[in-house]
């Protein structure tokens, strides 16, 4: 199997001959194609804002960094607002060449190929607002909080619709963060999520799902009572990187089967502390009760092992003892 069929089959439940990678450099079977995110004139000459005229605050620590300007924190600011444009053609400039590019590499072209959005739709809901603007908001039922989610789904849709236009079916999968949990739950009441975000997100994942493309969606933090929601919109894939938080056996329990999961060792707990006998055990526990004999598994990365205090070597050992105790090579 190519790569590609690889990662196909264990979304699909049908029988992988090994386990999915994505991530772990040359070990990846997923690649990825992007696009450009032109700004508006007045945020061009400043690295930390974004297309959106988010302000990034960024600490000494080489990592992503946090939204520390709200540009709608007055949504009355929506009128007027320099809303980035889906259809602005300098976005998809460069991806006829670099799905090329991409279709003449021997190393490449038959990997698994994602797109994706960040932030697409909560997350940058507070990005703009602010997070307890938006809670607050939420509660209240504001009205202009509902369009300021049409205006990012209404992005995302351009998006999608473009990026189909350009690379069909030479895409496989459209990824994004959209991170909904704390240590312990939900952001919102399960019925005020449901209620305000679960249609969107069908909308969502139905043009995605129109484009012969997958679901694929990052959220961390203890979303489980979210899951029944996106599995019911039509998720495919769901990265979840604190397994330990959402409950191993948990999760189990209640979704094995149900969607494909992408996940590794706790990122919080197991992989910092980097003991490996735990790691092994982990590793094992994840592939057996989160996969089952048809798939449903992937071996996800957390790029970034500064961010979660974890050694190079504690990943590198992890990757291969997911790789060692492979139940698919072994014929589970």
Request: net charge negative.
């Amino acid at each position: 199997m190519t790569p590609r069929e690889v990662v196909t089959r264990a979304i699909e439940f049908r029988r992988p001959e090994r386990l999915p990678i994505n991530g772990y450099g040359a070990a990846s079977d997923v690649t990825g194609i992007g696009y450009e995110q032109p700004k508006p004139p007045q945020a061009q000459d400043d690295p930390l804002t974004d297309q959106w005229l988010c302000r990034w605050g960024k600490t000494e620590l080489a990592n992503m960094g946090q939204v520390k300007g709200h540009p709608l924190e007055d949504l009355a600011e929506m009128k007027g607002f320099p809303w980035p444009d889906p259809d602005d053609p300098r976005r998809y400039a460069n991806v006829p060449k670099a799905l090329d590019e991409l279709a003449a590499d021997p190393i490449r072209r038959d990997k698994f190929v994602v797109t994706g959005i960040f932030m697409i739709l909560w997350e940058r809901m507070h990005s703009l607002h602010g997070f307890e603007n938006c809670m607050l908001d939420l509660m209240d039922g504001r009205p202009e909080l509902h369009e300021l989610a049409e205006h990012i789904v209404e992005y995302d849709l351009g998006i999608i619709r473009n990026m189909h236009r350009i690379a069909g079916s030479r895409i496989q999968a459209l990824n994004f963060t959209e991170d909904w949990g704390t240590q312990s739950d939900l952001h919102i009441s399960p019925e005020l999520w449901r209620r305000f975000f679960f249609p969107r997100y069908q909308r969502l994942f139905a043009a995605i799902h129109d484009c012969g493309w997958f679901v694929w969606m990052h959220s961390c933090g203890r979303i489980n009572k979210a899951i029944p929601g996106l599995i019911e919109a039509g998720v495919d894939v769901l990265n979840m990187q604190q397994p330990r938080a959402n409950g191993i056996e948990e999760i189990a329990r209640d979704f094995v089967g149900k969607v494909c999961f992408e996940s590794l060792c706790d990122i919080q707990k197991t992989l910092p502390a980097g003991d490996r006998g735990v790691i092994t055990a982990e590793a094992e526990q994840l592939m057996r009760t989160w996969g089952t004999p048809r798939g449903g598994f992937v071996l996800g990365d957390y790029g970034d092992h500064v961010a979660i205090g974890a050694q190079p070597e504690t990943k590198d050992f992890m990757l291969g003892e997911f790789r060692r105790l492979d139940p698919w090579a072994r014929g589970w």
